[in-house]
């Protein structure tokens, strides 16, 4: 197994147990850097020769992500522990066999010590994702553990790691069931009682956003007879929740055509044609600046603004701008629900850009609560980066 040996001092984070061994710490390696096949298991010394971690070597800035701090064998035995304690906390968490619930995060990458992978399952149907180059030579094993650990319970595993993996990596990767198969039927899960049409093939990341779950359901409480807009709606979660607390009529807004003709099928598929649902294909940002006082409650969920720290200014800028359009014409008493899925925006960074977007609306606001990923989404107590999505509820007077 290939060696890397750390500069003098590099070692302190380890001892943390951070699991992202980064470039500029590599002193030297046991053979020539282009002699590590990216994707292969190294092991990692400190400048002294002690062992200190063993992971999957990458090209660019991350140069290894760790697997274990112990000397073990990365096998089939390996893998299936760590998919069977993953499943136990989601087991504790009351996620396995909930009548309400059948959708949820199996593993969350560094908060499960698998850093590079996601798997969701949907049902009967594991959707897995790999981030890095180790996760995807890996898949195989993955996938005979996911099947050891659900045996019957699992009758499809789908392969989605095309569009996550590396872009430099040319892995050549193709979408794919490793396990089972398609049943050609539209999938629909179950989410807190409510119904939803999940296409893990072709939707984005892995069908479904699986981590406002526990946010979606506080939307319901919130909703009451309320006219709720939903910007960047993808498959109109907030909605389905919003008419299910009793909204009197909702928007939803997204640019993507195929996204919110999904919304519309979801509110159909829990409420029939009952409810005053309009979903509009158009720029969420452009509709904010002249929506007026129509809606009391307005949930602004964008995609990620900045994917790393290099963008940083202008996402801010963007988050300032849409929360500054939708406070200024909430009417009063209205309720925002806003969001930042951006890991590189820390949560008091995303709080004081709010807080700046107030300013410039105006309004008397409180902070009603401070919101995060769910439970299935855990952090990694020493690799705090994994909390990257924040959000707030603000009253507005």
Request: proline share 3%.
């Amino acid at each position: 197994m290939p060696r890397i040996y750390l500069r003098r001092g590099k070692e302190e984070s380890l001892l943390r147990r951070h699991p992202w061994i980064f470039s500029g710490a590599i002193e030297r390696v046991d053979c020539s850097i282009e002699g590590i096949e990216e994707g292969a298991l190294v092991d990692v010394f400190t400048s002294r020769g002690d062992f200190i971690a063993r992971g999957h070597y990458q090209i660019g800035s991350i140069a290894v992500r760790v697997l274990s701090f112990e000397q073990e064998p990365i096998d089939d035995r390996w893998w299936a522990e760590r998919i069977a304690v993953a499943r136990e906390v989601r087991r504790t968490l009351s996620l396995t066999d909930n009548a309400d619930t059948d959708c949820y995060r199996l593993v969350h990458g560094e908060g499960d010590s698998l850093p590079g992978l996601v798997v969701d399952i949907y049902g009967r149907t594991a959707v897995m994702q790999c981030h890095s180059v180790g996760m995807y030579r890996s898949r195989a094993a993955i996938a005979a553990a996911i099947r050891e650990c659900y045996g019957e319970q699992i009758t499809a595993i789908y392969d989605k790691s095309s569009q996550t993996l590396p872009f430099k990596a040319d892995l050549g990767a193709v979408d794919g069931y490793l396990f089972g198969h398609s049943t050609g039927k539209s999938n629909v899960v179950r989410e807190n009682g409510l119904l939803y049409n999940v296409d893990w093939e072709h939707g984005q990341k892995t069908g479904f956003f699986l981590d406002q779950r526990v946010n979606r359901d506080l939307v319901r409480r919130y909703a009451q007879g309320r006219t709720v807009l939903n910007t960047f709606c993808y498959t109109g979660g907030f909605s389905v929740n919003a008419f299910a607390g009793g909204a009197a009529e909702v928007c939803s807004i997204d640019a993507s055509e195929r996204a919110v003709q999904l919304a519309a099928e979801n509110v159909r598929l829990n409420f029939g044609d009952e409810v005053r649902h309009t979903a509009l294909a158009c720029d969420a940002v452009e509709y904010l600046k002249s929506i007026g006082d129509r809606y009391d409650m307005i949930i602004l969920d964008p995609p990620a603004f900045a994917k790393h720290h290099k963008v940083l200014g202008n996402a801010l800028q963007g988050y300032k701008r849409i929360n500054a359009r939708a406070l200024s014409q909430i009417r009063p008493g209205g309720i925002l629900f806003t969001f930042s899925c951006s890991q590189a925006v820390s949560r008091d960074l995303f709080r004081t850009t709010v807080f700046s977007a107030a300013a410039i609306a105006g309004r008397r606001v409180r902070i009603l609560h401070q919101l995060t990923q769910p439970a299935d989404h855990p952090v990694n107590i020493y690799h705090p980066e994994g909390e990257y999505l924040k959000g707030l509820v603000l009253y507005v007077e």
